[in-house]
């Protein structure tokens, strides 16, 4: 089974600020990961596939990068809405896996 | 509007069964993979299972292995996940999460919509 490990488990910063949140594969994934955001209440939104890609719909500051066995997503400046919980995920071999979150919250 | 709507939680005691469901509506039911992924309180998320398009590949966490089938109907478009010998460790937020495809590519491994869930409590 793939481990992924996220890294810092919380972020607290402000409006306007950059995020940057890390996600470490226990292997090699390739570029097969995914980013999701998910807010108290909410299901889980898809922000980034394929490490890099944005999905439909998805603003332009949130953007992936990474490849083999590290990962960022960078928040290029924080709206409002941005504080929430972020899960990396990686499609590279069953189990399909996901990281254990990391909280941006507002300073 | 895409929607995916789960429901058949409840509680069950140990060594119990339950049948969730999930009901889609608004797209291409038969064109997408369907996941089960589950939050255990105060946990990450855990995909579980998915099938693909035609029901003909299905995939388990090694945890359910032997106690959980992922089935489909894609003239009802639902998918169900029937869940036997249920543990406490089972008790968790089950969501259904629709498979990713943008444009002619479909990643069946990704999800992009997923339910509010259904919640599961497994106890005596």
């Known amino acids: 089974e793939i481990v992924l490990t996220q890294s810092p488990a919380t972020l607290s910063l402000s409006p306007g600020e950059r995020a940057t949140l890390s996600c470490r594969a226990s292997?090699?994934?390739?570029?097969?990961l995914a980013w999701y955001q998910r807010k108290p209440g909410q299901a889980p939104r898809l922000l980034i596939y394929d490490a890099s890609k944005r999905a439909p719909g998805i603003p332009a500051r949130f953007s992936g990068s990474g490849s083999g066995t590290d990962f960022t997503l960078t928040i290029s400046s924080l709206e409002p809405e941005d504080f929430a919980i972020y899960y990396c995920?990686?499609?590279?071999?069953?189990?399909?896996?996901f990281g254990g979150g990391t909280k941006v919250d507002i300073k | 509007e895409v929607q995916v709507v789960e429901s058949g939680g409840g509680l069950v005691q140990p060594g119990g069964s339950l049948r969730l469901s999930c009901a889609a509506s608004g797209f291409t039911f038969s064109r997408h993979w369907m996941n089960w992924v589950r939050q255990a309180p105060g946990k990450g998320l855990e995909w579980v299972a998915n099938i693909k398009q035609d029901g003909s590949e299905k995939y388990y966490v090694d945890s359910v292995k032997g106690r959980f089938t992922i089935s489909r109907d894609n003239a009802k478009n639902s998918v169900f996940l029937e869940m036997h010998s249920l543990r406490a460790e089972d008790t968790a937020l089950y969501h259904c999460?629709?498979?990713?495809?943008?444009?002619?590519?479909?990643?069946?491994?990704?999800?992009?919509?997923w339910g509010q869930g259904t919640l599961v409590t497994v106890s005596s």
């Open positions: 292997q090699s994934i390739t570029d097969y």
């Open positions: 995920q990686q499609r590279y071999s069953w189990p399909l896996t």
């Open positions: 999460a629709r498979g990713f495809c943008i444009g002619t590519s479909c990643y069946g491994n990704y999800f992009d919509s």
